[in-house]
């Protein structure tokens, strides 16, 4: 089994900065890909950035420039910098891992940012 566990949500005000941690455990060997995605309330859950073992990264045009998705292999995290926050980007951020051909989810982190 592998757990992935999300944190470093919160309340934020526009224009500030939060750093999301996701940290995979149990058998979280030979991680292929792992990204954050975000779901905001009534809309669909979407694909926020993405980075693949190779540390090849890729981003929603939503948030390019603002946001940066980086990894610790050694300690089986990924992280996303989130910066120049908006209102719009308040949602609950989830991250996902691919290994051994399965997908994992966290639980997900909630992130509000109002002023």
């Known amino acids: 089994q592998v757990q992935l566990v999300e944190s470093g949500g919160g309340l934020v005000q526009p224009g500030g900065s939060l750093r999301l941690s996701c940290a995979a455990s149990g058998r979280a060997f030979s991680i292929i890909a792992m990204g954050w995605y975000r779901q905001a309330p009534g809309k669909q859950r979407e694909l926020v950035a993405h980075i693949t073992r190779g540390g090849s990264t890729d981003y929603a045009d939503s948030v390019k420039g603002r946001f940066t998705i980086s990894r610790d292999d050694a300690k089986n995290t990924v992280y996303l910098q989130i910066d120049s926050l908006k209102v719009e980007d308040t949602a609950v951020y989830s991250c996902?891992?691919?290994?051994?051909?399965?997908?994992?989810w966290g639980k997900g982190t909630l992130v509000t940012v109002s002023s």
């Open positions: 996902n891992a691919v290994i051994g051909g399965l997908i994992y």
